[in-house]
């Protein structure tokens, strides 16, 4: 069984943001696998585990985001294809859609199995754009994976409630980060990616160009960045808890009118 | 003249407020932009929601009728949709950002070769560009994200504006829907609901939500009391959820649910960031927390620095007080 995982490299959201005159700046220029494109990795290494097959991870990105396939390798996928963009910054969802279905139709599968979103962008819009693209069935927002009896059971994370889908491969899945924890790499396993097969393909290769993908593809246009507003102040109160109900129950009656 | 589109989506015989809230918001772009709104409702009955659909304002609504539509699958729900788009020629659909609409908005906007944005705080029209602002980067800031597509897709998360009447007559388009099931290539096995994961935590109008200070079972007891006494919907941080404390259904934030009740109970939550963003648009927030500097206290309308072992059997006992009178 093989699984195709779409992975990437994002900033990390941990780290300090600021804004300046619409553009966003880090201190930090570091870079990471993204969290939800790991719990993919990790839930393709477990099934591969368990039922024998083998995950391939796939990236678009630069060639600074070779380190996050290594990593990928280093959690023990197998192989790694590296479709080299040097600048994505004019990419939206639908392109990377694009060029990952231009990748999936030349490339052997089961499985594909993305993030549900990134967390630079919680777009989570590429998933379902690749699965039409590539006219496969899908499932979005696994938070748990079965194999039994031939067929992939998916456990998704709906609006009331959680659904069991029964889907046929090939197949495309996209995970929450909610699925697992993804394993950190041990040294045994830094070791091994250095010696694991990583592919660079082109845009070329592919037929595409970065001029179509960023003029004709992409369709939305980012034009800045704004802080998220505030709320109002609100009121705060220290003291005995009698105290602190009796205040409240007031105010959420007279003043916010709200009981 | 050109026409805006509003899914409509319903869930266990009701039309979901926050769809009536993007639709509300739609009316008010279609009139000052001298366009013309459109709904559409798929369902296994959707006679039945016309006569509400009508209060808000559109000039047409398609129904499309299936008993497929209660399988929470994604294919039919596609399919449908596609069918009334290529009927209604929208140059603008506008959904609410629930967990069924992310299932279906990218694949309908390849289907389309349209734009997308999703999941947006706030959207507008200049002439027919959408512009929108979205949280980004684990909702940490916002983008401004713009579309001059001739189709643009745009979901709404939940609470970003207000259910609106303006009743009009409406023409009703029943438009034919032939699903072949058996070509289904995923289908519904079952879906598991635990206690509590029946109400769709993001349609509800009170929430208490725990967080990581209700340490066992003894705190879950305090949630359940505090909610039954409130009618509320109970929600819950990444961080219980995750040790096994409330269900994943419950989680509330940026990759959970996000809700927009009028009153929302913290009770033991911390406030990060990932957390607020899921319960930001809330109208009354009340943060129950024994640090005084938790991030909590600056979203809270009402801050309460204290034990809630101590607070929350007293609210519950104040609260029920209050509804029998």
């Known amino acids: 069984m093989k699984f195709s995982v779409c992975i990437k490299q994002v900033p990390d959201v941990s780290a300090p943001i ?100 990134s967390q630079d962008t919680d777009a989570g819009l590429t998933g379902g754009m690749l699965a039409w693209k590539l006219e496969l069935p899908y499932v979005a927002n696994a938070v748990g994976l079965k194999f039994e009896e031939g067929q992939f059971t998916v456990k998704r994370q709906g609006d009331s409630g959680q659904e069991m ?95 | 003249m050109a026409t805006i589109l509003t899914y ?91 967990e069924s609409t992310k299932d279906v908005i990218g694949a309908l906007a390849s289907r389309f070769d349209a734009a ?28 401004k994200t713009a579309s001059d597509a001739s189709l643009t897709l745009v979901s709404v998360r939940s609470g970003s504006y207000d259910a609106t009447e303006a009743p009009s007559s409406a023409e009703v388009v029943n438009v034919d829907f032939d699903f072949d099931e058996g070509g289904l290539r995923a289908i519904l096995k079952e879906v598991i609901s635990g206690s509590g994961d029946k109400v769709d935590l993001s349609e509800a109008e009170v929430v208490v939500a725990a967080g990581r200070g209700i340490k066992d079972a003894e705190g879950v007891k305090l949630i359940d009391d505090l909610a039954d006494a409130l009618g509320a919907a109970i929600g819950a941080s990444r961080a219980v959820t995750e040790s096994g404390l409330f269900s994943p259904s419950l989680q509330i934030g940026q990759t959970g649910k996000v809700v927009s009740p009028q009153l929302y109970f913290a009770i033991g939550i911390s406030g990060a ?28 309308t009402y801050g309460l620095v204290g034990d809630l072992f101590k607070i929350v059997p007293l609210l519950t006992e104040e609260i029920r007080k209050i509804k029998a009178n």
Not at chain 1, 39 to 65: I, Y
């Open chain 1, 18 to 117: 600021s804004i300046k005159d619409g553009t966003l700046s880090q201190d930090s220029d570091r870079m990471v696998l993204d969290a939800y494109s790991a719990s993919a990795v990790e839930e393709a290494l477990v099934l591969t585990e368990a039922h024998g097959g083998e995950v391939e991870v796939v990236l678009v990105g630069p060639e600074k985001a070779k380190e996050t396939i290594r990593k990928a390798l280093a959690m023990g996928a197998a192989s790694g294809v590296h479709i080299h963009v040097e600048d994505i910054s004019g990419f939206d969802s639908a392109a990377f859609a694009e060029v990952l279905a231009a990748w999936h139709k030349k490339s052997s599968y089961d499985v594909i199995l993305t993030g549900k979103q």
């Open chain 1, 165 to 259: 889908i029964r889907v046929q491969h090939p197949c495309l899945i996209t995970c929450s980060n909610d699925m697992n924890d993804p394993r950190i790499p041990n040294l045994k396993g830094i070791m091994a990616s250095k010696k694991k097969p990583v592919q660079t393909i082109t845009l070329e290769d592919l037929g595409l160009s970065v001029e179509e993908l960023t003029g004709k593809v992409t369709k939305t246009t980012k034009q800045g960045f704004q802080e998220v507003p505030g709320r109002e102040p609100g009121k705060k109160f220290e003291g005995d808890a009698a105290e602190l109900v009796a205040t409240l129950s007031n105010l959420l009656q007279n003043e916010a009118k709200v009981l």
């Open chain 2, 8 to 98: 409509v989506a319903t869930a266990e015989g009701k039309i979901k407020r926050s769809a009536l809230e993007v639709l509300s918001h739609s009316r008010t772009l279609a009139q000052s932009g001298g366009h013309t709104l459109e709904a559409v409702i798929l369902d296994a009955n959707p006679d039945a929601f016309i006569d509400t659909l009508k209060n808000y304002g559109p000039s047409k609504i398609y129904t499309v009728k299936s008993p497929l539509f209660a399988n929470h699958l994604n294919a039919p729900v596609t399919e449908a949709l596609a069918k009334v788009v290529d009927q209604a020629k929208p140059f603008l659909v506008t959904f609410a950002s629930t």
């Open chain 2, 116 to 143: 997308a944005i999703p999941d947006v705080a706030s959207f507008n029209l200049s002439g027919n560009s959408v512009e929108a602002l979205r949280p980004v980067m684990a909702a940490k800031i916002l983008s």
């Open chain 2, 273 to 300: 960031i990932q957390h607020v963003a899921g319960m930001a648009n809330s109208k009354v927030i009340v943060a129950i927390n024994k640090d005084a500097d938790a991030p909590i206290f600056q979203y809270a």
